[in-house]
């Protein structure tokens, strides 16, 4: 019999696309690594809600009110079962909570940039969620189990959420003139900030060779962003929309759309916390979590409550059994 390490199990499962589950052994930069991932993606999805969450009392009709709530609520569904793949590996959701309530974990850059019109719901539906599904169709073969398994749903809801924002920006680019020109305005504005959410270009991406090697990641940020590109640009067609871009360019040898140079340092900025809603973000977080308080006591009084009765239902079981 050959006796192998626990290194080149977990290697070979590796290498045959088996997922590694809560109880296997793992290297603990993979751990650290995945808790790293999946918490940010959690606290994305969290405070991803309230740029939409700001429209949902302004929406035009009932028809969008009802689907807008619908998929806040659904992005609240994400962020639980992401904190709970995250649970798997070792960390509490008390400490997420607290790393996100700090300031100390980041979230998605997308989500510092304020909604000022109905047509940022359009845009932040057809880019933010597009630019959201190119990046976690291929997490659905990550290569840990809970976290693979819970983006499947994601992926189902999130493409719903896609939709919904396409077919906004439809209609207003059918329209008036001035709905119209909302749709193009808030276009410009999300354009590139959705580009910035794939992560820094490969080069100054430090997690991204670890990430490719443990198939935590099945394509690099640059690979992702080009296939947004490609994609979106076509969509834009259809709006007959311009995107934002005087260098985008159809380049025949590379099948692919050359684009613009994106603004790293403004990416930079907002990840450190100096984006135009960041603080603001933060602090309705924190205001939500504070007035909240009560829900979790009642509902952990109601546990102990059912628990105690279970308790004492038991006790008399047995007292009547041994009788
Ligand atoms: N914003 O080495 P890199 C959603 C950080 S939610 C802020 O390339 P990695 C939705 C990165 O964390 C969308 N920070 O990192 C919800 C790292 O810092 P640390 C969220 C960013 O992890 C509601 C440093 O930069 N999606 O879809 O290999 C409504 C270097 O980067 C960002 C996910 O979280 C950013 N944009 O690659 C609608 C998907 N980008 O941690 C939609 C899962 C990078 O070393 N996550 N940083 O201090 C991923 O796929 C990867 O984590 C990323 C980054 C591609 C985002």
Redesign the pocket.
């Known amino acids: 019999m050959t006796v192998i390490s626990f290194q080149e199990h977990f290697d070979e499962k590796i290498d045959k696309d088996q997922t590694i589950e809560p109880k296997d052994w793992m290297p603990e930069d993979y751990r650290k690594t995945l808790i ?2 999946i918490s ?2 959690a606290h ?2 969290i405070v ?2 309230l740029p ?1 969450g700001n429209w949902i009392s302004r929406a035009p009709t009932l028809r969008r009110k009802a689907v807008l709530l619908a998929k806040v609520q659904d ?1 609240a569904g ?1 962020g639980l079962y992401l904190y709970s793949a995250a649970e798997t590996l070792g960390i509490s959701r008390d400490e997420m909570y607290a790393q996100l309530h700090s300031g100390k974990a ?6 510092n940039y304020p909604t000022i019109t109905w047509a940022d719901m359009g845009a ?1 539906g057809w880019l ?2 597009g ?2 599904i190119m ?2 169709v291929p ?1 659905c073969r990550t290569s840990y189990g809970p976290y693979a398994r819970a983006m499947v749903r994601v992926c189902k809801e ?1 493409s719903f ?1 896609q939709r919904q924002g396409f077919e906004i920006m439809l209609n207003l680019s059918k329209g008036t003139e001035v709905q119209r020109k909302m749709a193009q305005d808030a276009f410009n504005r999300w354009w590139w900030p959705s580009l ?5 270009p490969d080069a100054e ?4 060779e670890n ?1 490719v090697r443990w198939r935590i ?1 099945r394509f690099t ?1 640059d690979e ?1 962003r080009q296939k947004f590109v490609d994609v979106t640009v076509e969509q834009a067609k259809i709006l007959g929309l311009t995107v934002p871009d005087k260098d985008l360019k159809w380049n025949e040898e590379r099948g692919h759309y050359d684009f613009g140079v994106i603004d790293w340092a403004e ?1 930079k900025n ?2 450190k916390g100096n984006g135009p809603c960041n603080r603001q973000r933060l602090e309705t977080r924190k205001k939500a979590w504070e007035e909240g308080q009560w829900v979790r006591d009642a509902a952990m009084a109601h546990a102990e409550k059912r628990k105690a009765r279970k308790a004492s239902a038991a006790s008399t079981l047995a007292e009547a059994n041994a009788a």
Do not use: C, W
Request: charged residues 20%; aromatic residues 10%.
């Open positions: 790293r991932q940010q993606h994305s999805e991803g809600m939409e992005e994400h980041k979230y998605s850059s997308i989500f932040v933010v969620d630019a959201a990046n976690q997490l999130e959420h910035m959410m794939f992560g820094p991406s430090p997690n991204t990430s990641k940020n992702l990416f907002v990840v």
